[in-house]
């Protein structure tokens, strides 16, 4: 069982080109991906979304990318020939016009607005998928072994909430019986204490049949501890999960619901309650299940 919240880190390096690779993945319903990449790295979107969707099937994720190209045909610097001379034309105009003598060299020329232009050289895109291989492979190994450790603590936290709802499940199916018994003794002493008479034991039978039938919870409680088996098994599949458990704890609180709207009982009452509290615990933290 995986968390869907997880962090890694990878980095790759050759040929003068680094790539630096961040993931950082949260809860959310579907695999959905968002990307912080150099705006002329954007061709990497496709292969990075098979990457993720081959590793992981739910949460959102946010890729950050850094690059560094140092190779020496990575930048291009491009001189505007004719702006320079025009700049050089102008330049010889206002000599003659304030008779001065012209001072500009070489460097001046360059630090003239827009006569040299720096360019990025087109990238390799092949060169530069395979360090996205790699770099994206070790920030995944690392931020899918956070996702399985955090899963894996969900998973026990998880399971020692079930076991207390299937101990409360013991003591309702235990008391049940004794709810009916003492529905039966109150009501004969009420009838003799009205009739001054011991109850008829066919009415007094017929009675408690009714309560009995209208407070039952056998079915219930049997449903119940069929559900928390079926999350129990559900926790040692290697698939995601989450969307499974989500369903089984929905059902796992209805029957709880129902035990509570039927048994007419403080104690069984309070233990309800108990449940219910731990299934909200469950819910919260099923969000956060792949």
Same mark, same amino acid.
């Given at each position: 069982?995986?968390?869907?919240?997880?962090? @890694?880190?990878?980095?790759?390096?050759?040929?003068?080109?680094?790539?630096? #690779?961040?993931?950082?993945?949260?809860?959310?319903?579907?695999?959905?991906?968002?990307?912080?990449?150099?705006?002329?790295?954007?061709?990497?979107?496709?292969?990075?979304?098979?990457?993720?969707? @081959?590793?992981?099937?739910? @949460?959102?994720?946010?890729?950050?990318?850094?690059?560094?190209?140092?190779?020496?045909?990575?930048?291009?610097?491009?001189?505007?020939?004719?702006?320079?001379?025009?700049?050089?034309?102008?330049?010889?105009?206002?000599?003659?016009?304030?008779?001065?003598?012209?001072?500009?060299?070489?460097?001046?020329?360059?630090?003239?607005?827009?006569?040299?232009?720096?360019?990025?050289?087109?990238?390799?895109?092949?060169?530069?998928?395979?360090?996205?291989?790699?770099?994206?492979?070790?920030?995944?190994?690392?931020?899918?072994?956070?996702?399985?450790?955090?899963?894996?603590?969900?998973?026990?936290?998880?399971?020692?909430?079930?076991?207390?709802?299937?101990?409360?499940?013991?003591?309702?199916?235990?008391?049940?019986?004794?709810?009916?018994?003492?529905?039966?003794?109150?009501?004969?002493?009420?009838?003799?204490?009205?009739?001054? #008479?011991? #109850?008829?034991?066919?009415?007094?039978?017929?009675?408690?049949?009714?309560?009995?039938?209208?407070?039952?919870?056998?079915?219930?409680?049997?449903?119940?501890?069929?559900?928390? @088996?079926?999350?129990?098994?559900?926790?040692?599949?290697?698939?995601?999960?989450?969307?499974?458990?989500?369903?089984?704890?929905?059902?796992?609180?209805?029957?709880?619901?129902?035990?509570?709207?039927?048994?007419?009982?403080?104690?069984?009452?309070?233990?309800?309650?108990?449940?219910?509290?731990?299934?909200?615990?469950?819910?919260?933290?099923?969000?956060?299940?792949?």
């Amino acid at each position: 069982m995986r968390s869907m919240t997880g962090y @890694g880190q990878g980095r790759a390096c050759r040929d003068g080109r680094e790539l630096t #690779a961040e993931v950082k993945t949260v809860n959310h319903r579907f695999l959905d991906v968002s990307f912080r990449l150099p705006r002329h790295l954007g061709f990497l979107e496709e292969p990075i979304r098979k990457m993720l969707s @081959g590793r992981m099937q739910r @949460g959102h994720v946010d890729v950050t990318l850094s690059y560094r190209n140092s190779r020496a045909d990575a930048r291009a610097v491009a001189v505007d020939a004719a702006l320079l001379a025009a700049y050089r034309d102008a330049f010889s105009r206002m000599r003659q016009t304030v008779r001065a003598r012209n001072d500009m060299t070489l460097s001046a020329y360059a630090r003239l607005p827009d006569v040299l232009t720096v360019t990025e050289s087109e990238e390799d895109r092949e060169a530069v998928i395979a360090l996205l291989a790699e770099a994206m492979t070790q920030a995944l190994d690392e931020a899918c072994a956070t996702r399985a450790a955090e899963g894996e603590a969900l998973r026990r936290d998880m399971g020692e909430k079930l076991a207390h709802i299937e101990a409360l499940a013991g003591q309702v199916a235990t008391r049940a019986p004794q709810v009916v018994q003492a529905y039966k003794e109150k009501l004969n002493a009420r009838v003799a204490e009205l009739l001054s #008479a011991p #109850a008829d034991p066919q009415r007094l039978a017929q009675e408690v049949a009714v309560f009995a039938d209208k407070c039952a919870i056998d079915e219930e409680l049997v449903r119940l501890c069929s559900h928390a @088996g079926q999350i129990r098994e559900t926790f040692a599949s290697p698939e995601a999960v989450g969307r499974r458990l989500d369903f089984l704890i929905q059902e796992l609180n209805r029957e709880v619901n129902t035990i509570g709207s039927k048994a007419s009982d403080a104690t069984i009452a309070a233990w309800v309650v108990d449940a219910k509290a731990d299934i909200e615990k469950l819910r919260e933290q099923i969000q956060n299940i792949e």
